[in-house]
């Protein structure tokens, strides 16, 4: 079975380019992670997420990028085989990077777009899911980091709340 290491799901499935879309502030008011255990030995799918705010008010007419950097909690070397992202109502896009980082900014941070390397999903849809066909995923390292970048913009007269959030999903030992 082969698997393509950190490319994006349009190359690595041929399909189109997943355009997902994220908000940022200026002040964070909350940053998660997740991972859904698993009993040893289990041959279920096991699911790492990753979440970005609530964060706001943002004032209106605002326009920012902010991200984070985090693990994603893998104890071993994983192959992502769904993508889910959620993204606010305010949200612009949200790009999402694999990287090479060794420390953790979990307080999110103003930053240039488009910066990542190894882009695993870009998107604007508010809830967008990516699945990828058997024996096609990512390959990821364990513990990888992860780079959530969301850029938001606040087109309206009132302040609002963003966030985003994203689920990768692996089989365990790439089965």
Do not use: W
């Not at 002040?27 to 979440?51: F, K, M, R």
């Amino acid at each position: 079975m082969s698997r393509y290491s950190l490319i994006h799901p349009s190359i690595a499935c041929g399909a189109s380019l997943l355009l997902l879309v994220a908000g940022c502030a200026m002040e964070p008011t909350g940053v998660s992670n997740g991972v859904q255990n698993q009993p040893p030995g289990t041959t279920d799918p096991v699911s790492y997420s990753l979440a970005l705010g609530p964060l706001g008010p943002i004032a209106a007419g605002t326009e920012n990028t902010e991200c984070i950097i985090e693990r994603l909690g893998n104890p071993t070397p994983i192959e992502v085989d769904t993508i889910h992202t959620v993204l606010s109502d305010t949200t612009h896009h949200l790009s999402v990077y694999a990287v090479n980082d060794t420390v953790e900014q979990k307080t999110p941070f103003q930053c240039a777009p488009l910066a990542g390397s190894s882009p695993l999903v870009f998107t604007h849809d508010k809830d967008g899911l990516v699945t990828y066909p058997a024996g096609a995923g990512i390959s990821l390292d364990t513990n990888q980091m992860i780079r959530l970048e969301l850029h938001y913009a606040n087109a309206s007269l009132d302040p609002v709340m963003v966030s985003a959030s994203i689920t990768m999903t692996a089989t365990p030992d790439g089965k």
